[in-house]
């Protein structure tokens, strides 16, 4: 009975497209699943892949050049994972606006023909997981999968209910082969509140010995609003749109700008709350406020670096995810590596 039992919880195989700085991978990796194939077209993203992951086979192209042909380790993998770049909102009625990012998700859905994975999941915007708005393009990928032999879910995730100090919403669509999809349940939200941004960035604030870190951290008191990583082509490095700017300034932080180092002993800080004296965030620490590990490293310039954090999936609700597709496959839980 030990025997059968070990068994059933050993490591799954998937392929991870549109990779990115490797969140989802790293959750999923933590859940069992260790990726045969990563993919992504941006240099810089492989490259982070890579420095982190010696050992994970990465490939820089594009998805809608990948030919599974000619990559035959993916076929019959238990899991492809997609964490796709986000479909613009307006795409429900304007479907030019989103044409790139529709065709990401058409050619995802078609190299189920060439890999027959046992489990689909894309990860995207919320609104496409449940707006009526979106309802056409949900019924194109739906009937795709169907005549695939794949029965489906959609819904709704926030990072936050999974250990991210975030308030992060994102679409899911898992599919799965046959009637395996009455066994999968979409993960539960942790009980308790959740990880406020001071909980979560008090220590690394009072790292160099800035004597105000205890006071920000008090009174950084709730999640952060989304981070967003912006467009690749202009731009430097922000936390967000006017919106989150504002509520990034309630906590007394410059969401305008990420700063090259932590505060120090000499840095002041104004905590009234019209106060124009604001700390900004380190790469290092937007990273903190999207689940990842502190070891894991980005590759490029600064820009660059926040670009990958803030486009990335949490690694926590990549692990959620896994866990949840793993039992509806008829395997336990993984137990971690020491050190995760």
Request: aromatic share 6%.
């Amino acid at each position: 009975m030990v025997i059968m039992e070990e068994s059933r919880r050993e490591r799954l195989t998937c392929l991870a497209v549109c990779a990115g700085a490797g969140g989802l991978a790293l959750g999923l990796e933590q859940a069992g699943f260790d990726p045969v194939l990563l993919l992504d077209n941006r240099p810089v993203a492989c490259e982070t892949l890579r420095l982190n992951r010696p050992g994970w086979n990465v490939l820089e192209t594009d998805l809608l050049d990948f030919d599974p042909e000619e990559h035959r380790e993916v076929y019959d993998v238990d899991l492809l994972a997609a964490g796709l770049p986000r479909v613009k909102a307006s795409a429900a009625v304007r479907r030019e606006d989103s044409d790139e990012e529709l065709r990401l998700i058409e050619a995802t859905v078609m190299l189920m023909h060439g890999v027959q994975p046992r489990a689909l999941l894309v990860e995207n915007l919320a609104e496409l997981a449940v707006k009526p708005a979106y309802e056409p393009i949900r019924s194109e990928i739906e009937a795709e999968l169907a005549h695939l032999g794949y029965r489906h879910r959609w819904f709704v995730v926030n990072a936050m209910e999974h250990g991210v100090p975030q308030d992060r919403k994102q679409g899911v669509l898992v599919a799965l082969k046959g009637d395996a999809v009455h066994d999968f349940v979409p993960p539960v939200p942790d009980v308790g509140p959740p990880l406020t941004v001071g909980e979560a960035l008090g220590p690394s604030m009072a790292a160099k010995g800035w004597p105000h870190a205890a006071a920000w951290a008090a009174q950084a008191d709730r999640v952060a609003p989304t981070l967003v990583g912006g467009s690749w082509n202009r731009g430097g490095p922000d936390l967000g749109m006017s919106g989150s700017k504002r509520s990034w300034a309630r906590m007394r932080v410059n969401g305008g700008t990420v700063a090259n180092d932590v505060p120090g002993p000499e840095d002041s800080w104004d905590p009234a709350p019209d106060g124009t004296d604001m700390v900004k965030l380190t790469v290092e620490q937007t990273a903190r406020l999207q689940g990842f590990p502190d070891d894991w490293s980005f590759a490029g310039t600064k820009t660059f670096r926040y670009r990958q954090v803030g486009h990335a999936t949490p690694p926590p609700v990549g692990r959620a995810l896994g866990l949840a597709i793993r039992a509806a496959l008829g395997h336990p839980a993984p137990a971690l590596p020491s050190g995760w």
